[in-house]
């Protein structure tokens, strides 16, 4: 039997359901938000509009096609299907958290407020869901496959992003640790380091790479290829700072053996989603080996 296409669509709360959990009321929220200079009226605009967004994007799923749904915060346990179309409705970081999840399926990125958002990934409107989607499903779209950075452990622990992997002390203060690229291994002391993809060198990446002025190429989005900076590498007797920026194409890797209590290594921002390398052991960056199917 075969199995009708199956549409995901995945989405994230919005301020206003924040702000109604946290206050209890549309008024006390409003208090809230008049206290710093702001309206309701903005807040509740951007949630019609994602409301308004989601609402089209669920009617342009075929009716005989089957559906799923979920938000941001059930990501984690939500059981992604291989053929799965997978519409994310929300801004750029949504996609860098279902980066995380999904392997071969294709990601369609839907701006729910075009015009206002300046989003590189999700760029496509709520109005062409249903020309997209059979698109998809047909085979004919055009999809684009973006690298991602993983960072594994020597316990076998790892985890991949899509724009890039920080490494470094849990409090961002100074990091002592091992590094090592192109056979090249020396101790430093810094506020941690990021080794960044195509798609993360317009963010993180391009912000210390315009400060340090580094003779370093930043990869384009479709590179398979990562920049990484080491932050704020300080000279000692017994620290050194020649290995502060690099790039890696597939085979080569970036080591980081900690000689701290402890370094955490997370993606694309999400602290709370991160590992935890004790005294001693070794962290390796690298290319992984799977990519965003992005159309």
Known sequence: MVLAPRVVVVHRRTELDGLLERHGTRGQAEFFLRTRGRTLADVQGRHDAQDAAL?????????????????????YRFGFEPGDVVVVVGQDGLVANVAKYVGTQVVVGIDPEPGRNAGVLVTHRPREASD????????????????????TLDDGESLDALNEVFVG?????????????AG????????????????????WAASIHRERRAG???PGVADRALAWFVREAWP???????????????GEA??????????????DGLEADRLT??????????????TLQLL
């Not at 620290?239 to 194409?249: E, F, K, P, W």
């Not at 980081?256 to 290594?265: M, R, T």
């Open 169 to 181: 002390h849990p409090s961002h203060q100074s990091a002592r640790y091992r590094i090592g690229a």
């Open 216 to 218: 370093v190429e930043l």
């Open 55 to 75: 609402g089209e994007v669920r009617a342009a799923v075929p009716g005989e096609w089957r559906r799923g749904d979920v938000e941001r915060g059930d990501l």
């Open 132 to 151: 997209l989607l059979r698109a998809v499903v047909r085979g004919n779209a055009a999809v684009q496959s973006r690298a991602m950075v993983t960072a």
């Open 254 to 267: 970036l080591t980081v053996v900690v000689e701290s209590d402890a370094l955490v290594v997370f993606g």
């Open 277 to 290: 390398a004790t005294w001693g052991q070794t962290i390796t960056l690298a290319l992984a080996d799977r």
């Open 184 to 203: 090249v291994v020396e101790s430093q002391s810094s506020s941690g380091l990021i080794a960044a993809t195509g798609t993360g060198a317009t963010g």
């Open 236 to 250: 000692s007797p017994s620290t050194a700072t020649s290995l502060t920026a690099g790039r890696l194409v597939d």
